[in-house]
């Protein structure tokens, strides 16, 4: 139970799983999409509305991104979207950037 009023229309989940992204403006229709999201980073929480991953790279505020994040389990279904970054900070305690975004829209598997 919580002692605090929330804030957000969506409560974050603490996530720590492996996220592929790319920019789609990079994109070519004749190459599979799994070649094209060649940008790894670990992704940190994830809500009804956004998400955040700490990237090796400093990546743009404003830029869009297509994001794959593939589960450990056949239960949970992968999540592909496309998402716009809306916060970037270089980590404290650490080499990588924390990169805020939030999904624009799901894209087809």
Known sequence: MRNYDEKRDFVRVAVDSA????????????????TLLDQQAILKNLSGRGLMFI???EVEKE???DIKV???NDLTKPLHARVRVVRVMKQRHGDGF?????IQSMLDD
Do not use: C, H, Q, R
């Not at 996220?19 to 799994?34: L, N, Q, R, W």
């Open 19 to 34: 996220i592929s992204y790319g920019t789609p403006d990079d994109m070519d229709d004749d190459v599979a999409v799994e």
């Open 55 to 57: 990237a090796e790279n």
């Open 63 to 65: 830029s869009l991104l």
């Open 70 to 72: 593939v589960p450990s």
């Open 98 to 102: 924390e990169v805020g975004a939030v």
